[in-house]
């Protein structure tokens, strides 16, 4: 069981995430789900890095933090271990995002996109590098 630590902030300005070397960074540009195409407002704001060592970093608008990730093939598990909250703006889809990170069954990725596919809610996360 993986518990997970959320800490509060008071509301700042938004901050671009710190990258880290070795890595890319892949931004959230659109979500499918049955069937329908949603576009991601602020795509910059909603960012995952998997890091070499099975580590990610996350920031989802007003939300930073990291977990954990495994791959097998074409399967990934990714579990939020740390958040970090600050005050969130009522149209944010941080909470979305966060949840469905954590709902990824599989993956794909190549040298510009990343997709993650959430087989139970019947959707596709669509990512594209973040330069």
Known sequence: MIVKRVQERAE???????????????????????????AVPNPERYTVQLL???????????????GIYETQN????????????????ADSMADRFVQSLEAASHYHRSEKYLSLDLRREDAILSFSRFE
């Open 12 to 38: 700042v300005e938004y901050q671009p995430p710190a990258r880290f070397p070795g890595a890319p960074m892949w931004k959230w540009d659109s979500w499918t789900q049955h069937g329908r195409f949603h």
């Open 52 to 66: 070499s060592n099975g580590w990610f970093k996350v920031a989802a608008d007003c939300l930073t933090g990291e």
């Open 74 to 89: 074409d399967r990934i598990v990714l579990a939020v271990t740390s958040l970090h909250r600050g005050k969130c703006r």
